[in-house]
């Protein structure tokens, strides 16, 4: 599977950092609440959090959707293109007289993984639980690692 990890925090080295770097590190301090750096798509409104396992015989991906209906979550594939993408609508809110903060986010969400050959793409299966969507891609046969045995021979060389 395919990942990118971005860090944008940079260490300075000696002397004064690039420009870039000084305005790459303004925005991310002032819009680090907006995880505006982690969008897989322009168009989403959040991110939910992945964690992605590679274990002998399957890949999981296990993403943090809370507040998201089951029937909310698509999940497509497209080639070796694996798509998750929802809404989670937002709850009417009891009127008062004064707010404090708003925090949640709303709207739409989307994340997009490039699955390896080796996933048997006929087999994937997805699970919901307690806001948690668990999705299991099955490798196929030839890529799951096999024990080969070690034949006694009867002492001949060729």
Do not use: C
Not at 96 to 125: K, M, Q, W
Request: overall charge negative.
């Amino acid at each position: 599977m395919f990942l990118t990890t971005r860090n944008y925090a940079r260490e300075s080295g000696a002397g004064l950092p690039h420009l870039t770097d000084r305005i790459q590190r303004v925005l991310n301090e002032t819009l680090s609440g907006l995880d505006w750096q982690y969008r897989d798509s322009a168009a989403a409104a959040w991110v939910p959090a992945v964690d992605v396992f590679e274990e002998a015989d399957a890949i999981r991906i296990v993403a943090e959707v809370p507040g998201v209906k089951p029937e909310e979550i698509k999940i497509s594939l497209e080639s070796n293109l694996l798509t998750i993408h929802g809404t989670k609508q937002q709850e009417a809110e009891e009127k008062t007289e004064r707010v404090h903060r708003y925090e949640r986010t709303y709207g739409a969400f989307e994340r997009s993984f490039t699955l390896p050959a080796s996933v048997e793409p006929n087999d994937i299966r997805a699970n919901y639980d307690n806001g948690v969507l668990t999705l299991t891609l099955p490798k196929s046969e030839k890529a799951k690692p096999r024990q080969i045995e070690v034949q006694v021979g009867n002492g001949k060389t060729r």
